[in-house]
């Protein structure tokens, strides 16, 4: 059963391949922000992957996030989520991003428990 307070913390280290740059979301040798908010995703989705009903897993309807500040290759950053908010299948989360002590994202996503064979039925 999915709780309110679950909550999970996911790492990176900072490398070439998720910089700005490499992924082609800015011409700078620092963190993406879609790198931050994949971390941030993958944060929500472990910490509940734990309580779902067999056969089922979550996906990512919305994210919303700041980013706050860069962060250089060699950095280590981790992603925080907390879910704040259970509706039937919908779970909110807060979640958050920080280089060390210093926050340098953070926002809200919102993810959708679904059953992976239909789910995947639906791409044809």
């Not at 992924?23 to 989705?45: C, R, Y």
């Amino acid at each position: 059963m999915i709780e309110i307070g679950l909550k999970h913390t996911s790492k990176l280290v900072v490398t070439d391949a998720v910089t700005a740059v490499k992924m082609g979301s800015g011409d700078m040798p620092v963190l993406a922000t879609p790198a931050m908010m994949a971390l941030m995703e993958n944060a929500a989705m472990l910490a509940v992957a734990g309580e779902l009903p067999e056969g089922s897993t979550t996906v990512g309807g919305h994210i919303a996030s700041s980013h706050l500040k860069p962060s250089k290759v060699g950095d280590k950053i981790t992603a925080t989520a907390e879910v704040v908010k259970v509706d039937g299948r919908k779970i909110e989360f807060k979640v958050a991003a920080y280089a060390g002590d210093v926050l340098i994202g953070e926002g809200t996503h919102l993810r959708f428990m679904v059953d992976r064979e239909r789910f995947l039925s639906k791409l044809g």
